[in-house]
Antibody, heavy 119, light 109 residues
Framework: QVELQESGPGLVKPSDTLSLTCTVS?????????WGWIRQPPGQEPEWIGY???????YYSPSLKSRITMSVDTSKNQFSLNLSSVTAVDTATYYC????????????WGQGILVIVSS | QSALTQPASVSGSPGQSITISCKGT?????????VSWYQQRPGKAPKVIIF???NRPPGISDRFSGSKSGNTASLTISGLQAEDEAHYYC?????????FGGGTKLTVL
């Protein structure tokens, strides 16, 4: 049973970089799956951010692409998200997710972490 | 404005059936059979209940069913139960991206 757990600061200042890590347990990140991030502003629908394969291939949301960097650390079974130059509109609950390569849906989600952008 | 259009709310009584629509375009729902539906209860992460238009993951009740016609996908919940009260989101694939609908709040009366 795969489990995902987000970690990182819950408060980030405007113009700073938001950095989150997802720790995967019960499953090897070095498998043919995509590991991604989805965020959900308070009271709104989720928004896809992007995903990364252990081979370092990535797909990013076009609207966020210029500010996103994703990485994987196979030795720690973790993957990470960096979102630069944040503003208040980046305030959201951030979920890390697992997508099997051959499938089109996100079969496992972390519990989510609320990140507030405020000075 | 969301990429996929859903009704903001639907309601039904226990035992009834309801249908939630999800309208996209010829570039997403119409072109690909990669529509998924997620159920989200308050304070929880979304959970997939339908994938690839009409398939259910293991453990999901057969009261949930999905379909597609042209650029509109639909989720039907039959035999409504109180536990079905939640937000429901559709997603579709377009240009290697995942699009989300605006979400539908289901109220069980």
């Amino acid at each position: 049973q795969v489990e995902l757990q987000e970690s990182g600061p819950g408060l980030v200042k405007p113009s700073d970089t938001l950095s989150l890590t997802c720790t995967v347990s019960g499953y090897s990140i070095s498998s043919d799956n995509w590991w991604g991030w989805i965020r959900q502003p308070p009271g709104q629908e989720p928004e896809w951010i992007g995903y990364i394969h252990y081979s370092r291939r990535t797909y990013y949301s076009p609207s966020l692409k210029s500010r996103i960097t994703m990485s994987v650390d196979t030795s720690k079974n973790q993957f990470s998200l960096n979102l630069s130059s944040v503003t208040a509109v980046d305030t959201a609950t951030y979920y890390c997710v697992k997508k099997v390569s051959a499938k089109s849906y996100y079969e496992a989600w972390g519990q989510g972490i609320l990140v507030i952008v405020s000075s | 404005q969301s990429a996929l259009t859903q009704p903001a709310s639907v309601s039904g009584s226990p035992g009834q059936s309801i249908t939630i629509s999800c309208k996209g375009t010829s570039s997403d729902i119409s072109e690909f059979n990669r529509v998924s539906w997620y159920q989200q209860r308050p304070g929880k992460a979304p959970k997939v209940i339908i994938f690839d238009v009409s398939n259910r993951p293991p453990g999901i009740s057969d009261r949930f069913s999905g379909s597609k016609s042209g650029n509109t996908a639909s989720l039907t919940i039959s035999g409504l139960q109180a536990e079905d009260e939640a937000h429901y989101y559709c997603t579709s694939y377009r240009d290697s991206n995942t699009l989300f609908g605006g979400g539908t709040k289901l109220t069980v009366l």
